[in-house]
């Protein structure tokens, strides 16, 4: 065997295909299914933008791609299953989902389907609200090629005859204006039978283009779109104000390196040909589709088209009973509280943070932000606390990648509101997810915590699944504590009572934690391993897999995304199966559970198993104590995510998935269906 290691691009790519097949799927409603089309669209976005940029520039460090072998077949290998993907994407839309939609009586009406009626509105749209803000931009040695902005709508418009002064400009640029809808209504009054029909904007650009050329004949003309590399870069050991350098970075984040362009399917060679030359790339990096070239935008539809039957059911998430007196921190007195969201509502933990906030018993908050959104109840919690005069600490990672700016600014508030604003550890991004109150009480100062695998988000606490727990218990107050000392101190951390804190611990104990297994397997006793993580590619963490499966570990992995660890190779890891499941939710918590000889141990964590979380940020693992917390961990998160048949998927060796589907008289069974029944809100109570 030559790797005992699976492409991590590919089977990063994998997921995409695992998202795709949801699109097929007929029994699942037609707007949920063009949403998992978009969804794919996105991340594939973001898969240029970073993965594929981030290899072109390890490539152009010193020299170019044939200088470069083994990345160039890399390269190759994605390229060539990113063509693939993206026509399947594009045969999926057309053939099933298009046609199904306009079965429903949603339809995307193109220029030659329209009525006369719907041309004329379409004609008036374009006049009143389009053709104002368009500036066509013939090229010549005045008028270079123009700056195009990272994932935009634009257009090359190939000319004839001579421009106004007498010269024969055969190319024009048109730029999408980025202020207008992709996606327009028609009135009611327009689409037949009492459905909804939607034009998309770049048809009626398209429909109208040539009105932008008078006296020119538009010879050929195609939409396009560039990616761009979109990581952001700033030398942290240089600057005096992260804060600040980011700010001037995210401007150019907009224009850097060109790593894909989108052009329609007809869109002829030569002009397809002039923007590679113009972007610099190759013809691997031209995607030819077959439909609009930015399929996130068509979300919109699903939003506008308020037709409920025709998507998931309504899901109201389960409450927290009712608290001691309703004070939240008596009732963490009396027991730990465990939170398994969207299943339970996330206004728990806005109702901790806003408790405290107001709560005068209270002299300190502390809490990290990785990704909260540009609205969040929890920051203006914090805020409201700190210009009461509480202690408010809050360590916000400006790195946390596409939702700088919305960091930026809450740090701008959070500062003004007088709390005290940290941005982590230089080179490290803070990924833990935890809030600290201090409480001064009977006996002192006591530690109330919050410990999640999820972020403080008002909108993913909704769609992914994540664990979360409220405790006090002071061993575990002293550790999130002591988090705190070192991220605002910059001191090395003190021993923790529990915590596993990368990047000083959690790898090296996650890994004694593996060979704890193993050792017991070889004394003769049951080894046991389940973990569910949404990426597994660290190698020191998939060695230790390995080797626990040759000592007789029974290891079950369920892993979301990328998986680069080979199961069931005979002398290598026949005791380890890996599956993913994709469903309704986007499966985000992360699991760690160790038999140990029936001590039965559970971690929940922030990190996955990858080298760039364990070795390269902060994150927290921390255990769950409770015994009854911790067989409801087992019950809710690991247990039906094992026995699932209808959203599972199964890895075997070669990096090939599987769907796992019931067989003869086996019901369906789907863990995430089972835990909306079993901890949702029943529809009777939930009302409208």
């Not at 123009?146 to 024009?172: E, M, W, Y």
């Not at 002299?363 to 929890?378: E, H, P």
Request: proline share 5%; charged share 25%.
């Amino acid at each position: 065997m030559k790797t005992a290691f699976l492409d991590r691009e590919l089977s990063q790519l994998a997921f995409n295909r695992r998202v795709m097949a949801q699109a097929e799927d007929a029994t699942i409603p037609v707007l949920e299914r063009l949403r998992y089309l978009c969804i794919v669209s996105s991340n594939l976005d973001e898969f240029f933008e970073v993965r594929v940029a981030s290899l072109l520039a390890a490539a152009s460090v010193d020299g170019d791609l044939a200088t470069h072998p083994t990345l160039a077949a890399t390269l190759e290998r994605v390229s060539n299953e990113c063509h693939e993907l993206v026509r399947r994407q594009y045969e999926i839309f057309n053939t099933a989902v298009l046609p199904e939609m306009k079965a429903q009586g949603i339809n995307i009406v193109r220029h030659s389907q329209r009525n006369d009626a719907q041309r004329a509105w379409v004609k008036a749209y374009f006049d009143r609200e389009v053709r104002p803000l368009l500036t066509p931009i013939g090229l010549d040695p005045a008028h270079p090629f123009p700056q195009v902005v990272n994932k935009s709508l634009n257009f090359i418009v190939a000319l004839s005859g001579k421009d106004a002064f007498g010269r024969g400009t055969a190319i024009a640029i048109v730029k999408a204006p980025r202020v207008l809808p992709r996606v327009i209504r028609l009135p009611d009054n327009l689409s037949k039978d009492g459905g909804v029909s939607f034009v998309l904007l770049s048809s009626v650009i398209h429909a109208h283009i040539s009105e932008l050329f008078a006296g020119r004949d538009v010879m050929a003309y195609s939409q396009f779109r560039v990616t761009r590399d979109s990581d952001l870069w700033v030398d942290e050991d240089e600057v005096k104000n992260l804060r600040q350098a980011l700010k001037g970075e995210l401007q150019g984040r907009q224009y850097g390196r060109s790593v894909r362009i989108e052009v329609a399917k007809n869109c002829p060679p030569e002009l397809s040909q002039f923007l590679l030359d113009q972007f610099g790339l190759d013809q691997s990096r031209l995607y030819r589709v077959d439909g609009p070239v930015n399929m996130v935008r068509l979300n919109e539809i699903v939003e506008q088209a308020r037709r409920p039957e025709l998507r998931f059911p309504a899901f109201m998430p389960g409450v927290l009973a009712k608290t001691v007196n309703n004070d939240i921190f008596a009732t963490i007195r009396k027991h730990d509280i465990l939170l398994h969201h969207p299943f339970q509502s996330f206004q728990t933990v806005i109702d901790f943070i806003r408790s405290a906030a107001l709560d005068p018993a209270v002299v300190a908050i502390k809490q990290t932000v990785y990704r909260t959104g540009m609205n969040s109840d929890l920051m203006e919690a914090l805020i409201a606390a700190a210009r009461s005069g509480k202690e408010v600490t809050v360590v916000v990672e400006l790195m946390a990648r596409f939702d700088e700016e919305a960091n930026i600014n809450w740090a701008d508030k959070l500062e003004q509101a007088g709390a005290q604003v940290v941005y982590g550890v230089v080179g490290l991004k803070t990924h833990a997810k935890i809030a600290l109150v201090i409480r001064r009480e009977e006996g002192g100062l006591r530690y109330y915590a919050h410990l999640g695998t999820g972020n403080y988000h008002p909108t993913t606490t909704k769609f992914y699944t994540d664990f979360g727990m409220l405790t006090c218990q002071p061993e575990l107050g002293r550790d999130v504590n002591e988090v705190f000392m070192h991220l605002t101190s910059l001191t090395k951390p003190q021993r923790m009572n529990h915590i596993w804190l990368a990047p000083f611990t959690l790898q090296e104990q996650l890994i004694k934690a593996i060979r704890n297994e193993a050792k017991i397997a070889k004394a003769g006793r049951p080894g046991r391993i389940i973990a569910k993580i949404n990426a597994l590619t660290d190698e020191p963490v998939i060695r230790a897999l390995y080797a626990a499966s040759k000592d007789g570990v029974k290891i079950d992995l369920v892993v979301r995304g990328a998986c680069t660890l080979m199961p069931g190779v005979p002398g290598l890891s026949e005791n380890i199966r890996v599956r993913s499941i994709i469903g309704r939710f986007l499966e985000h918590s992360r699991i760690y559970y160790f038999r140990n000889d029936l001590a039965h141990d559970v971690m929940l964590a922030s990190a996955d198993w990858m080298n760039r979380n364990l070795l390269r940020r902060i994150e927290v693992a921390f255990p769950v104590l409770d015994r009854g917390l911790k067989r409801r961990v087992i019950a809710e998160g690991l247990t039906p995510y094992l026995k699932d048949n209808s959203n599972a998927w199964e890895l075997d060796e070669h990096g090939h998935y599987h769907r796992r589907k019931p067989r003869g008289k086996v019901k369906p069974y789907s863990a995430q269906q089972h835990l909306m029944e079993s901890l949702g809100t029943p529809a009777d109570l939930a009302g409208d």
